[in-house]
């Protein structure tokens, strides 16, 4: 499929093409990840662990060029800090389901209500190497949301044209040294923003999806 077929459907806000393409039920709250950190390194793969539940949205704004929304955590942060990420959390006692903790998570952050949001599909599910199973939930933003950002925990939230994530050509893989040892991953660099880690990878995962017959 080529990618400006899939950029013309979602442009003019055609939730079909995505729900053909993407998965229709969510996974359960305990759900077995098959994407993950270690799927350039499956020699660094732990041992069984149990993992912490959370999701995140992946938020597609259905313009005449559509793009995604990202956040850029703030620098204080115990973890990721000052690192891009999509809007999300970990799943909370009292969240009923991941498609609750995605939401709830993108209004604490970025102040744009579940009233804006389309939910289209669901990616598969993603193990951090930090102890995380991740449900990536795909939605549609309507227009006449307004962005509020929690400055506590959002240091900025920036568009990226989703032709440029869909482009194979801006798909790198870099590799760093952590613990001692080698690891690969997947990297998107646009204009100052570096998307990294598991917010590429899910990336991968989507444009993949995206663009499947």
Do not use: C, K
Request: hydrophobic share 40%; no cysteine; glycine share 8%.
């Amino acid at each position: 499929m080529n990618a400006s077929v899939a950029i013309a459907a979602i442009a003019r806000g055609e939730i079909t093409y995505l729900r053909e393409r993407l998965l229709a039920e969510p996974p359960s709250i305990s759900l077995t990840p098959t994407r993950s950190d270690y799927d350039l390194n499956p020699g660094l793969r732990p041992v069984p662990r149990e993992l912490a539940p959370a999701a995140v949205l992946l938020p597609i704004i259905a313009r005449t060029e559509p793009t995604i929304l990202f956040t850029r955590r703030t620098p204080h942060l115990s973890r990721h800090a000052g690192q891009v990420s999509f809007p999300g959390g970990r799943l909370h006692a009292d969240d009923p389901s991941l498609v609750t903790t995605a939401l709830r998570e993108t209004e604490e952050e970025t102040g744009i209500g579940a009233e804006f949001i389309q939910v289209a599909g669901f990616l598969d599910g993603y193990e951090t190497g930090t102890g995380f199973a991740i449900l990536p939930v795909v939605g549609l933003l309507r227009d006449g949301f307004v962005l509020a950002p929690d400055p506590d925990e959002v240091e900025e939230a920036f568009e990226v044209p989703l032709a440029f994530l869909l482009d194979p050509a801006n798909r790198e893989r870099h590799s760093m040294e952590w613990q001692g040892r080698v690891r690969e991953f997947y990297a998107f660099n646009y204009g100052s923003h570096y998307i990294w880690g598991a917010t590429a990878g899910i990336l991968v995962n989507f444009a993949d999806r995206l663009q499947t017959e």
